[in-house]
């Protein structure tokens, strides 16, 4: 287990940007000096014992870091936490599981197959949160998962690392609206994922959200590479409570939306 909270997180965004290229960009157009603050990243796995979410989260608690709020996705069959650390400038941390059960056999038996093969010992490791894949899947066996989640057949090529890094927009300098961070981006030419409006939430719920289109990436499966979606940049701007502080959650009805942001255009 890392020491080091800002090590675990620099290696995390190293290992991101590598697929996600995008991110460098935005980072240059929104950024200037070190005002890109992260709000929280995202990382995906199974209700499996040997995988499942308490052990992804088990490095982030050895760190410090306290569960806050449970969610649940009924639609895309998941169950999600998340984690915050005493230090407010250290990002938060949203972990999601696929209820395997509530999936398909053939879908069953491919993550299954696809779990047997992450070595015993492997989720412990300091590098286990940005080690990518533990197994050899097929374009076809990908291809299937997709037709029934594309959470599923996203871990198959992808693996474990961040999902996405999200962007905290009340740091910025120079813009103070998410409209504004929007406006910017579509203006350098990025797409944004449009899945229940560009900006899902708001100022109603405390916490606005957006995010861009996940890169598209080549992928080496056992039998062929094919060019899939990769990782997406996410954009948050919270809101004040009514007893003055920040919202720090997150709002299911949104998040529901911005998984899409992985859906092949």
């Excluded at 796995?45 to 649940?72: I, M, P, R, S, W």
């Excluded at 009805?253 to 998984?259: G, H, P, T, V, Y």
Aim: one cysteine or more; a negative charge; aromatic letters at 12%.
């Amino acid at each position: 287990m890392h020491n080091n909270i800002d090590t675990l997180f620099d290696n995390l965004w190293q290992d991101y940007i590598a697929i996600t290229p995008s991110a460098q960009k935005v980072h240059q157009l929104l950024g200037q000096g070190d005002d890109i603050i992260n709000d929280h990243i995202a990382l995906r796995t199974f209700n499996l014992e040997k995988v499942n979410l308490d052990k992804l989260a088990a490095h982030f608690l050895a760190l410090g870091y306290e569960e806050k709020g449970q969610y649940d996705f009924e639609q895309k069959k998941l169950k999600a936490k998340h984690f915050e650390h005493p230090d407010d400038t250290k990002p938060k941390v949203f972990i999601s599981e696929l209820l395997l059960e509530q999936c398909s056999a053939e879908l069953q038996a491919i993550v299954h197959k696809m779990v047997e093969q992450v070595p015993a010992g492997a989720t412990s490791a300091d590098n286990f949160l940005y080690s990518g894949t533990h197994w050899q899947v097929s374009s076809e066996d990908y291809q299937a998962l997709l037709a029934e989640s594309e959470y599923a057949a996203w871990m198959s090529a992808w693996g474990y690392r961040a999902n996405h890094f999200t962007v905290s927009v009340n740091y910025l300098t120079r813009y103070n609206e998410l409209t504004e961070v929007n406006a910017a981006l579509k203006e350098a030419g990025f797409v944004l994922n449009t899945s229940g409006g560009e900006i899902k939430g708001g100022a109603d719920v405390c916490l606005a959200q957006s995010s861009t289109m996940a890169d598209k990436m080549p992928v080496k499966f056992s039998d062929k590479t094919v060019e899939i979606p990769s990782c997406f940049y996410e954009f948050a701007q919270r809101y004040k409570m009514a007893d003055g502080n920040y919202y720090k959650g997150f709002v299911a009805a949104s998040a529901d939306k911005i998984f899409e942001s992985t859906n092949a255009m």
